[in-house]
């Protein structure tokens, strides 16, 4: 299982450094994100506000990258006809999808580089690292967190023909909720616990308090938390839709 992992985490790297879509998306996202940001809040008196809308962008990116990237890639098997091949395969499923969420989420910390290294040549923003040793392990345990929820995503995407426009309908819901886009503060209350299952929440959380101030390791073991246990819910997922897809048999009909 570790050789197909490994093998799927360098094919989805090949795929991705020849996409010229991906590449090019990857390179404008990050200064469009931060330059809204920074000409929305105003905050040009409070270095700090913008360092967080600047961290906020790039964990924006990390979603889109991982739930357009399990998309596309659903697509491409589907329309390859590749999908019931690997569906069929003895290789279990989760397997085949987490390099693509892993590297999909991977490819964010390209954003995240863009966005800082922009916000401070073209706006100014500080990039002074409250916490340097925390930071490091901040940004791998987000990476993860949002990879992990992407499979749950992905699974879910198995069964439906149209799944890159379900993945690009699913970026501004969880920006909204997640805190990306506005406060938390400003939201209807029932919106909370719904963010408190979600990843991105905490990996944000984790980075900007890493970054700017704060207790940076509690967001950071929530990362892992529902990381273990969405690993529990997709393969619990997994397994119904690929016992669907064999006992049906109309997985190219989806």
Not at 56 to 68: C, E, G, R, T
Not at 181 to 207: D, R
């Amino acid at each position: 299982m570790t050789r197909v992992l490994l093998a799927g985490l360098r094919i989805q790297v090949l795929q991705l450094l020849r996409s010229s879509f991906d590449l090019v998306s990857m390179f404008i996202w990050p200064i469009v994100y931060s330059s809204i940001a920074y000409y929305l809040l105003d905050a040009q008196s409070s270095p700090q506000v913008l360092l967080s809308a600047a961290l906020a962008s790039a964990v924006m990116i990390m979603w889109s990258q991982v739930v357009l990237g399990s998309s596309s890639s659903l697509d491409l098997m589907r329309q390859g006809g590749t999908l019931e091949l690997t569906v069929a395969a003895p290789v279990p499923f989760i397997f085949i999808l987490a390099p693509v969420m892993l590297t999909s989420a991977s490819f964010g910390l390209y954003g995240l580089l863009v966005t800082l290294a922009w916000g401070r040549l073209a706006f100014g923003i500080p990039l002074e690292i409250a916490h340097p040793a925390a930071l490091a392990v901040a940004i791998p345990a987000c990476i993860v967190a949002i990879g992990s929820l992407g499979l749950i995503v992905a699974s879910t995407f198995v069964l439906y023909r149209a799944a890159f426009f379900l993945g690009v309908a699913m970026q501004y819901p969880v920006w909204i909720v997640c805190g990306l886009l506005v406060p938390l503060s400003i939201l209807p209350g029932w919106l909370g616990p719904i963010s408190w299952i979600l990843a991105p929440t905490w990996g944000f959380q984790a980075i900007d308090r890493a970054t700017i101030g704060g207790d940076p390791w509690p967001p950071i073991g929530l990362c892992l938390a529902v990381t273990a246990a969405y690993s529990v819910v997709t393969v619990a997922c997994l397994r119904g839709i690929e016992h669907l897809a064999r006992s049906r048999a109309t997985l190219r009909l989806a």
